[in-house]
């Protein structure tokens, strides 16, 4: 008898908490998320070159086809978006910044140096590589439009 009440006292605790957990559920905010980032341009190929060619990264189709618009996947479903209009290039903080990790940052910034670009650490000293207090390597660089791109080895 009492392995019986006990049975039915663990049932009912385990319903009440599934009708709690199904309740809150309900009630809590909706997660937000990131599905783009958006870049102004002035220069819509010359951005697009570099992203695709310099960084390397995937193109995914964009459905204005008004030349005006550049579509790239940057990871798990987020896109980054080039869109032409800027009225002129302007002068842009380190601090505001995409930053983009790689599996070898070595193989990175030999590619880089290969073709003949240049990058930076944090200080600001060419064609150097910072380590922060975490242990991740990384450089710095600018897109054509002076956009500051961070390139890191972070593991996720």
């Not at 290969?114 to 590589?129: H, M, P, R, T, Y």
Request: hydrophobic share 40%.
């Amino acid at each position: 008898m009492k392995i019986i009440q006990l049975a039915t006292s663990c049932l009912l605790l385990v319903c009440t908490c599934c009708i709690n957990s199904s309740a809150q559920s309900n009630t809590t905010k909706p997660k937000v998320t990131i599905d783009h980032v958006a870049i102004f341009v002035v220069d819509l190929r010359k951005e697009q070159s570099f992203y695709r060619d310099v960084l390397q990264v995937d193109t995914i189709a964009e459905p204005f086809h008004d030349n005006k618009h550049a579509w790239f996947s940057i990871g798990n479903g987020i896109a980054l978006h080039l869109i032409q209009g800027a009225p002129q290039p302007k002068e842009y903080y380190k601090n505001h910044h995409l930053c983009f990790s790689v599996g070898s940052l070595t193989d990175f910034t030999k590619r880089l140096l290969d073709l003949q670009l240049s990058f930076e650490d944090v200080a600001g000293k060419i064609n150097a590589i910072t380590t922060r207090v975490d242990g991740v390597h990384q450089i710095w660089m600018k897109d054509p439009e002076g956009y500051w791109i961070e390139v890191n080895d972070a593991k996720h």
